[in-house]
């Protein structure tokens, strides 16, 4: 074989210098056009508040540089996009808030958004997570921002700010936790029965998904991990790592509500997991319990009082209704706050 047809140290070595050259550039170029993008947005506003008859003269001036930017630069000028950048300017006034990892294309779908506190948590979760414009359109369509507060069980202030600060943060178990889970990705059509094992296969042959709807830091372990006790073989369903939390993640699915033996089977597994997988770095392996319906008073009982880390959520095959989820976040504030009056 020809040496020059090798991958030589120094090829190696130029390779990676001009990979690092190419990401800096394009995130030069990212966060120019974010600038640029910000401050035509500055100028709309500044020419719409000089003008008395504000509404009708703003949309005059968007629909005329439209027309007079698109004949002199080409594309990337429609009213849309002209709207946008104003729009950019006025939710964002000040430019050292606008992130450069994130594209223009994400902060268009990021405007969409109205709420302050859910934009902003979608914008920090897009940089903490390295969402796609894809991803981070498939999460807003889901309404992760509800299902993480309803997951918190009474949702209160304090907990709106926080995920409106920082996105998700992974200190403990129950902050990964999501209710409910959704596989729309998989297409399986509404309210039809399915074996646990097929949920299993669909969820294995989608791993890329569900790992984006599980969250940040997962990792993909196997399917059927075998655990044997006295000869007596068991199998977990799917397990996962979280690098974030240093921590074996257990997944238990179910085709039916919570009943209490699932979770005294899952107890066995993470008893199992701390005593004979874990390493010394390892925290506490956590089990999530994913079903039809966990709203079972027997099941509550036995979630109680354990020592090890077991969660109950369940799993819908179809985007949730957008409305009723904030109308459930915005009862249990009200709840809340009613209480901390009182």
């Avoid at 004949?71 to 990337?76: A, C, I, P, V």
């Avoid at 920090?124 to 309803?150: C, D, H, M, P």
């Amino acid at each position: 074989m020809n040496d020059l047809t090798k991958h030589t140290p120094v090829f190696e070595e130029i390779k990676d210098l001009l990979i690092k050259a190419r990401q800096h550039v394009a995130t030069q170029v990212n966060t120019e056009l974010l600038y640029t993008y910000w401050n035509v947005g500055r100028i709309i506003v500044r020419n719409e508040q000089e003008n008395q008859e504000r509404a009708e003269y703003g949309k005059q001036l968007l629909k005329q540089l439209s027309k007079e930017l698109t004949q002199e630069f080409g594309k990337g000028f429609s009213r849309a996009n002209l709207y946008n950048m104003r729009l950019f300017y006025l939710s964002y006034p000040k430019i050292q808030t606008v992130s450069g990892k994130l594209s223009w294309s994400h902060y268009c779908e990021l405007l969409i958004i109205s709420d302050e506190q859910k934009r902003s948590f979608y914008e920090k979760e897009t940089v903490n997570s390295g969402w796609s414009v894809r991803e981070l359109k498939r999460q807003i369509a889901t309404s992760l921002y509800e299902r993480l507060l309803l997951s918190e069980g009474k949702a209160n202030k304090e907990t709106v700010l926080s995920l409106a600060r920082n996105g998700i943060e992974l200190s403990r178990p129950s902050d990964m936790i999501k209710d409910p889970y959704v596989f729309e990705f998989l297409g399986l059509p509404e309210n039809k029965p399915m074996l646990e094992s097929d949920l299993e296969k669909a969820l294995t042959n989608q791993i890329e998904k569900f790992l984006l709807e599980l969250g940040r830091g997962f990792m993909f372990v196997g399917t059927q991990q075998r655990i044997t006790l006295n000869n007596t073989h068991y199998y977990v369903d799917m397990v996962f790592y979280n690098k974030n939390l240093r921590a074996y993640v257990l997944i238990e699915l179910k085709a039916t509500k919570l009943m209490p033996e699932a979770v005294g089977q899952l107890n066995m597994y993470l008893n199992y997991y701390a005593a004979e997988v874990n390493d010394e770095h390892d925290n506490p392996p956590i089990g999530i319990i994913l079903c039809t319906d966990k709203e079972n008073m027997a099941a509550e009982y036995a979630l109680g009082g354990l020592s090890n880390n077991i969660f109950a959520s369940r799993y819908v095959s179809y985007i949730p209704d957008k409305e009723q989820l904030i109308a459930q976040v915005e009862a249990v504030l009200k709840e809340w706050h009613e209480e901390k009056e009182t």
